[in-house]
């Protein structure tokens, strides 16, 4: 299998992703499949030893047809890989025939790295605990997506709830909130895989941002899992300030992924 321990973003995603669905490896790919949830882009996918070109595009296709899936089940294609930190990504040859193209920062922090930050003192740190949370998770981060009221995206979000939980209650991790006035206002998960501990899906409530809830969120839950693993890893899109947030904590620049997703045509 392609070895990607030296990007600890995809390292991390392939062993969350073992957990909750399949990974193999076929020829030049990883191959990430999730039986229970077909719409599940990132779920789905073939991972690639690096960046593709335009010439290759038939192949991968056809590839991930192979692999992955065909429609109507697979009805979407996904590709992803290693970037390095000062690489210029060009993949206008895919973006050019419908493919979404996303780069995202792997920032990575030893816990005693993380520093003091701005908090707000109103936000109450603790794991999920009830339905109530779930639900109240599951209403904003669906608020977040394009399209809500989407049945793809619904189910999407079912899926996810399951599969967080199945890890959660095999002792991976856990769900945290932001609660201000025991309202939910922020929330991520922290799953420990291979001695590495790995943000997801870190979200504050649209109304609530620019009001330190999450750095309050992000330094209370390292505070609480201490001395559960000396890495931790947040991945973030390029293309929003998060990154930045996260690197006046501490964390570091450690590598990139980038991906293409090309989403069902209606």
């Given at each position: ?19 909750t ?42 590839d ?32 050019e ?8 920062r ?144 501490g ?16």
């Amino acid at each position: 299998m392609l070895n990607f321990s030296d990007n600890l973003g995809l390292a991390t995603d392939l062993l969350l992703h073992a957990e909750t669905g399949m990974v193999e490896s076929q020829d030049d790919y990883v191959v990430v499949r999730t039986p229970d949830a077909p719409e599940y882009f990132f779920g789905n996918m073939l991972v690639l030893e690096q960046r593709p070109s335009g010439t290759d595009l038939k192949r991968l296709e056809a590839d991930f047809a192979q692999f992955v899936g065909i429609p109507p089940l697979i009805a979407h294609r996904t590709f992803a890989w290693p970037e390095r930190a000062d690489s210029v990504v060009n993949v206008d040859a895919f973006v050019e025939q419908g493919y979404d193209a996303t780069v995202c920062r792997v920032l990575a922090a030893h816990p005693d790295d993380i520093r003091p930050v701005a908090t707000n003192s109103l936000v109450d740190v603790r794991k999920f605990g009830t339905q109530k949370d779930w639900d109240d998770w599951s209403r904003m981060q669906l608020a977040d997506m394009p399209n809500p009221s989407n049945i793809t995206s619904q189910r999407y979000m079912a899926h996810q709830q399951t599969a967080y939980r199945t890890l959660i209650a095999r002792g991976l991790g856990n769900w945290w909130g932001a609660f201000i006035n025991d309202e939910q206002v922020g929330s991520l998960g922290l799953f420990f895989l291979g001695g590495i501990g790995r943000f997801q899906s870190v979200l504050t409530a649209e109304q609530h941002r620019n009001r330190n809830v999450c750095k309050t969120l992000v330094s209370e839950v390292i505070k609480l899992a201490a001395g559960q693993s000396d890495r931790l890893v947040m991945v973030a899109d390029e293309s929003y300030h998060a990154g930045a947030l996260y690197e006046a904590m501490g964390f570091q620049l450690q590598g990139r992924v980038a991906s293409l997703c090309q989403e069902p045509r209606n």
